[in-house]
């Protein structure tokens, strides 16, 4: 069993920066995996990625934070980080950690930390 302890958050004005932290606690069973997180707006239903990145370094972004934010990865520490620069107000979100563990077919969601950015 793993668990996903996220840090960081809060409540910022527009154009600020913050970063995130989430830390994957538990038997990680080696091998091949990815992280990232993914953003649930206020009124929305659906959570949205915003990047990943595998242990190898490998990233993908959501084209909305593209060139803003920067996801990087310490595979000692088993913790993703995400640098979020020049932020928006649509940037407004509950913000989750993801890992999934190709390996093992098994995913787990961090507990959701809250973004708020003013106008």
């Known amino acids: 069993q793993v668990t996903l302890v996220e840090s960081g958050g809060g409540t910022l004005p527009a154009g600020g920066s913050m970063r995130l932290s989430c830390r994957a606690d538990?038997?990680?069973?080696?091998?091949?995996?990815?992280m990232g997180w993914f953003r649930q707006a206020p009124g929305s239903n659906q959570r949205e990625l915003v990047a990943?990145?595998?242990?190898?370094?490998?990233?993908n972004y959501a084209d909305s934070v593209q060139g803003r934010f920067r996801i990087s990865i310490d595979n000692g520490m088993n913790t993703v980080y995400l640098q979020m620069n020049d932020l928006k107000p649509e940037d407004t979100a509950v913000y989750y950690c993801?890992?999934?563990?190709?390996?093992?077919?098994?995913?787990?969601w961090g507990q959701g930390t809250q973004v708020t950015v003013s106008s």
């Open positions: 990943t990145i595998s242990d190898g370094g490998d990233t």
């Open positions: 993801s890992l999934d563990i190709i390996h093992a077919g098994a995913s787990y």
């Open positions: 538990g038997n990680m069973r080696g091998g091949l995996y990815n």
